[in-house]
């Protein structure tokens, strides 16, 4: 355990923070799987739905910086992909 008032403050920072940034992963990944399941479906309404709450998310995590700003586009990349070979 730390012993200075400055590690024990940082201390409880990051456990403020690791509570906040888990929330945040957490409720990408559940959103993740809503929009495999949509797709594994066939469903484009309800996928296309999803991708547009999965960017808006991923945008929002990258900027608060949850996650980082590449991995926020890869995967905003990736789900797209998905959804247009849905559409062919």
Known sequence: MPIKQAAK???R???KRTVYNK???DNLAWLERQFSKSIIAKDQKK???LLL???KNFDKA???KVIKKNRSARKKSRLSKKLNALNK
């Open 9 to 11: 403050k940082a201390l």
């Open 13 to 15: 920072q990051a456990k």
């Open 23 to 25: 929330a945040i992963k």
């Open 47 to 49: 996928a296309k739905e």
């Open 53 to 55: 709450k999965l960017q």
């Open 62 to 64: 990258a900027q608060k």
